[in-house]
Nanobody, 124 residues
Framework: QARLVESGGGLVQAGGSLRLSCAVS????????IGWFRQAPGKEREGVSC????????YYADSVRGRFTISRDNAENTVYLQMKSLKPEDTAVYYC?????????????????WGQGPQVTVSS
């Protein structure tokens, strides 16, 4: 059974950093694209970053490009999202998700498996 377990969320001051981890089991990470999504209260879920399974290509939302870095360690079956220079508007529940094929950044409905979503809160 496919399972994604995130960790690393929490409370941080503006300008600080956090690293989220997404540990997967029940499937081979090599075959799946991974996306990070977030959802703030009253807002729709949005794509933050994703990484392909084929060549490791990475994609970022304009709002986080240059501040967030996605990486994957297939040997450890884990994907990371390093977040720096955090802003209050980054506050949200963050989810990692997996799908076979292309890593669509703006189509969360195409992802098959989801983690539980840790809270990230950035105080001003």
């Amino acid at each position: 059974q496919a399972r994604l377990v995130e960790s690393g969320g929490g409370l941080v001051q503006a300008g600080g950093s956090l690293r989220l981890s997404c540990a997967v089991s029940g499937f081979t990470l090599d075959d799946y694209a991974i996306g990070w999504f977030r959802q703030a209260p009253g807002k729709e879920r949005e794509g933050v970053s994703c990484v392909s399974s084929s060549d490791g290509s990475t994609y970022y939302a304009d709002s986080v490009r240059g501040r967030f870095t996605i990486s994957r360690d297939n040997a450890e079956n884990t994907v990371y999202l390093q977040m720096k220079s955090l802003k209050p508007e980054d506050t949200a529940v963050y989810y990692c998700a997996a799908r076979r094929g292309w890593p669509f950044l703006h189509a969360h409905s195409l992802y098959d498996f989801w983690g539980q979503g840790p809270q990230v809160t950035v105080s001003s």
